[in-house]
């Protein structure tokens, strides 16, 4: 019972898809430098890559790879289009700034790459719940980031001015988002190797015990 918990809470810190798998980490590093940009495309990713697994997972398993791969993208495009209508009239600036890295989510690693390889391979509830899951630990990771970013790099949360002292204009900028992404994976693997550790040292004792 904990290995089936375990796997399908995986996508927020055991596997998480930007720190661990390093999926979909361009709108993070480009575009995760606001919060309102941040939400802009939390709200988008969480919407078109839902659904588009959702609706991917009726089509036959019995066609070929590539042809399975070409409809995904299909399916996931044609979600795209009132997710960005959608998306206009609740963050028109945001998505102006986010530019050619908006479309770009329709196509994300989830849905071409994992739909295959880990969703599809599930019963429906187990799929769902863990698909939720990996959206939620994408979207932590990229509202963490453009919380700190624009902190450290404007003095401002959502555009409001906050008492920050030293700014790291750096920070907002593309090269920064990288930096700070860099040490947030290596934090997060480090943390995930140490908790492992303790778990299988924990399950030693337990069966050394009886």
Do not use: H, W
Request: charge should be positive; include cysteine.
């Amino acid at each position: 019972m904990n290995e089936r918990r375990s796997s399908i809470f995986d996508g927020v810190l055991g596997d998480n898809a930007v720190l661990s798998g390093l999926m979909v980490i361009s709108p993070v590093i480009i575009c995760g430098n606001t919060i309102k940009n941040a939400e802009a495309l939390i709200c988008a990713f969480s919407a078109i890559t839902f659904l588009s697994v959702l609706i991917a997972s009726f089509v036959p398993k019995k066609l070929p790879y590539t042809v399975k791969v070409i409809i995904y993208a299909l399916i996931s495009s044609i979600v795209y289009l009132p997710v960005k209508n959608a998306a206009e009239k609740f963050y028109p600036d945001s998505i102006t700034r986010i530019g050619i890295y908006f479309p770009l989510l329709a196509v994300n690693s989830l849905i071409i790459l994992q739909s295959e390889a880990r969703f599809f391979k599930m019963k429906k509830p187990r799929m769902l719940a863990s698909l939720t899951f990996y959206i939620i630990g994408f979207d932590a990771v990229m509202l963490l980031t453009a919380f700190i970013r624009e902190l450290l790099a404007y003095g401002t949360i959502r555009s409001k001015m906050a008492d920050v002292n030293t700014l790291i204009s750096g920070l907002g900028e593309p090269f920064g988002g990288f930096i700070l992404l860099g040490l947030m994976c290596g934090a997060y693997r480090k943390i995930r190797s140490i908790a492992r550790k303790e778990k299988n040292t924990g399950s030693d004792l337990n069966v050394s015990g009886k």
